[in-house]
């Protein structure tokens, strides 16, 4: 009974803390998409179908060019949870700005995503009221990520290691270094990084 008890404490902590190591990307595991018809006037980084939360609609992300990205990997039962808010204040002070946030629900880390897509549309927009587009719960690492989330992994060598990992990308498709769940949305850093590249 102890031994599970303290199998259990560990799992809550890693449940708000997140795993510290991070997953190192192996180029031969990701292979571009020779076949993709190119968007004119489309970063090729942008250029992938994804489907919308909870429909089934399809949209390309090419829908964004032209516009900051910051693309980040996000779960409702997170310790890093709380940074909806902050991410939902940063979208609405700078989106007439040409920036955008996309959202993409992921339970690669822990299942702390819902099962049900409807939940997790409902959960944003009543605890948080999330504006910002959000698309289908998918892998955001490893062979299952989906393509987007496999391109930022070959140009950045690094998939998330953790629910909240943001990537930002600029208007000309250059994508910066990840920054991890632990630099918090309206932190300096990613603000000063934002506003360098509107």
């Not at 018809?37 to 489907?51: D, S, Y």
């Not at 992994?153 to 690094?158: D, L, P, W």
Request: hydrophobic share 40%; net charge negative.
């Amino acid at each position: 009974m102890r031994i599970a008890l303290i199998l259990f404490s560990y799992l809550l902590a890693s449940c708000s803390q997140g795993n510290a190591e991070t997953e190192n990307f192996n180029a031969i595991n990701f292979q571009p998409d020779l076949n993709k018809i190119p968007v004119e006037g489309c970063p090729a980084i942008l250029n992938h179908n994804i489907r919308v939360l909870d429909s089934k609609e399809i949209v390309n992300l090419c829908d964004h060019k032209d516009k900051v990205v910051l693309a980040v990997n996000v779960a409702s039962r997170c310790g890093f949870t709380y940074q909806y808010e902050a991410l939902q204040a940063l979208f609405e002070n700078y989106q007439e700005k040409d920036f955008v946030i996309l959202g993409f629900p992921s339970r690669d880390f822990m299942f702390q995503e819902y099962s049900d897509e409807g939940q997790v549309k409902e959960f944003c927009n009543s605890k948080y009221g999330v504006t910002f587009p959000m698309f289908a719960t998918s892998s955001v690492k490893g062979k299952k990520a989906n393509s987007f989330y496999q391109n930022l992994a070959m140009i950045t060598g690094k998939s998330p290691d953790w629910n909240f990992t943001k990537y930002l990308i600029s208007k000309d498709g250059e994508v910066l270094k990840p920054f991890s769940k632990n630099i918090e949305p309206d932190s300096e850093e990613i603000i000063s990084a934002i506003e360098s590249l509107l």
